[in-house]
């Protein structure tokens, strides 16, 4: 598989002494074969190879990794991107929202509904209603009712109706009086992209103006379901993809290119059949499994966020003399603040990804600390004592946090430096151990 693959193209890197233009071109042809191989198309590989390419000779080696591995950092950082970077949320604003679900049969369009409605339900405290607008297999209708009696969610169908639109219409006005706030309308497939499919779901949008039209495809059909893609934001703008099917051995090549070709994000994936089975899109997390090298990636990460030996020395200098000040509290932020996203970095360990996904961490902890710290000048970040009431309400107004937080700070970081202080004296720290409780 493409983990594989790229694993072994990084192979060739392994154990050199430094990134050569060389080494770094045979790789990046093994890892342009590889997602060839996964049905990435060309030019999405293509113009991928190259930019890792320019990144990875553009970058000095780190003393503390092999070159082998800031190249997978590159890679998995660029893989990243390729597929939007960041999460994309559904845009769930408007009463009621209305999401209409496209693509082929056996796509999976019926089962996301499902799947859609029940998150929404559970994770966002949305009040949804399913609509079977798959008028021509009845099958398909009761397949729809099973799930929403399965999820405890109401399902609006006409069996004695050929008429998408009109069920739509009918569905919605229903959604209106019984207080539903989000829609999902199943809609009908073909086996391939005809015409005749086009214009009717062309039409469903065009009667009833969706917020968000979600593009479902199967991951496992490769680079047909880039074609099916182009094919239907063509004619339906869709405003995201839908990736099911990623539970098996699937190929991550859709998920590479979908993005890069329609320019139109990923937002959810289908990892089973049940209703349980559907996942916001990390591209991060994506780019991981991809690369299947978590572990390492974490690893590199992790060694080029060290502070070098030299900062911590002198800094142990400064607090043996109590000089530590507001400037290297700062600094010590911000180095905290490059080991990134916690959650991102529990993620990476295998297990803990899932379990933390709904986990809240506030990365903007740091930001009142910070806006407070540089409304000082150089002279008080250096010499705390001199910040007398009127530099304190001076500090608040420039900073726009409350004068108790900017007297909470100064006091917090005094405390801190007597411990520091305290501390960094070994007869003074067995001291108050030995007086310890
Ligand atoms: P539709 O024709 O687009 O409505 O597709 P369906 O929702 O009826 O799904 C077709 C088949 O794919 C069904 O057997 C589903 O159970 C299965 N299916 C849908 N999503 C997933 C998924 O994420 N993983 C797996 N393994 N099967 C899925
Ligand atoms: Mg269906």
Do not use: C, W
């Not at 063509?234 to 590479?256: E, H, I, M, Q, S």
């Not at 409304?375 to 004068?403: F, H, V």
């Amino acid at each position: 598989n493409l983990s594989d693959k790229l694993d072994r193209a990084f192979k060739v890197l392994k154990g050199q002494g430094s990134i050569t233009e060389i080494n770094v071109a045979e790789t990046m042809k093994e890892v342009r074969k590889a997602l060839l191989d996964a049905d990435v198309n060309y030019k999405t590989a293509k113009a991928f190879t190259d930019t890792v390419k320019e990144k990875a000779l553009g970058m000095n080696v780190l003393t503390s990794v092999s070159p082998g591995q800031l190249m997978i950092k590159i890679t998995n950082d660029e893989l990243t991107a390729l597929m939007g970077g960041q999460t994309e949320e559904l845009e769930l604003k408007q009463n009621p929202t209305i999401i209409l679900i496209a693509g082929l049969n056996g796509a999976g369009k019926t089962t996301f509904s499902g799947k859609l409605a029940n998150y929404l339900k559970t994770k966002k405290g949305k009040k949804p209603l399913l609509i079977a607008g798959d008028v021509y297999r009845p099958a398909a209708i009761e397949q729809l009712k099973v799930l929403g009696e399965q999820i405890d969610v109401p399902v609006f169908a006409d069996l004695n109706s050929k008429d998408p639109i009109g069920i739509a219409q009918a569905g919605i006005a229903q959604a209106k009086q019984n207080g539903n706030n989000v829609i999902i309308i199943d809609t009908a497939g073909r086996l391939a992209i005809d015409e005749q499919m086009m214009n009717e779901i062309a039409a469903v949008k065009a009667s009833t103006n969706p917020h968000e039209i979600l593009f479902v495809v199967d991951s496992m059909t490769g680079q047909d379901a880039v074609n099916t893609a182009k094919a239907f934001n063509n004619r339906l703008d869709f405003t995201g993809a839908v990736l099911t099917k990623l539970d098996g051995d699937t190929r991550g090549g859709a998920a590479l290119s979908i993005k890069s070709v329609v320019n139109k994000p990923i937002k959810f994936i289908g990892t089973g059949e049940k209703m349980d089975a559907i996942d916001v899109f990390y591209p991060d997390r994506m780019a991981s499994r991809i690369l299947g090298m978590g572990d390492v990636v974490s690893l590199v990460e992790r060694a080029q966020m060290q502070f070098d030996e030299k900062e911590a020395a002198e800094l142990q200098k400064k607090i043996r003399k109590n000089k530590f000040d507001f400037n290297d509290f700062l600094s010590q932020l911000n180095q905290i603040k490059k080991m990134g996203n916690i959650k991102d970095l529990m993620g990476m360990i295998p297990g803990v990804g899932k379990a933390m996904k709904d986990v809240d961490i506030d990365d903007n902890a740091f930001k009142g600390i910070e806006a407070i710290i540089q409304s000082m000048t150089n002279q008080e970040r250096e010499n705390p004592e001199l910040i007398n009431t009127s530099r304190r309400n001076r500090i608040a107004k420039g900073s726009g946090r409350d004068l108790t937080e900017v007297n909470r700070l100064l006091k917090q970081f005094e405390d801190m430096r007597k411990m520091m202080k305290m501390f960094s004296n070994p007869a003074t720290a067995a001291k108050m151990m030995r007086n310890m409780p």
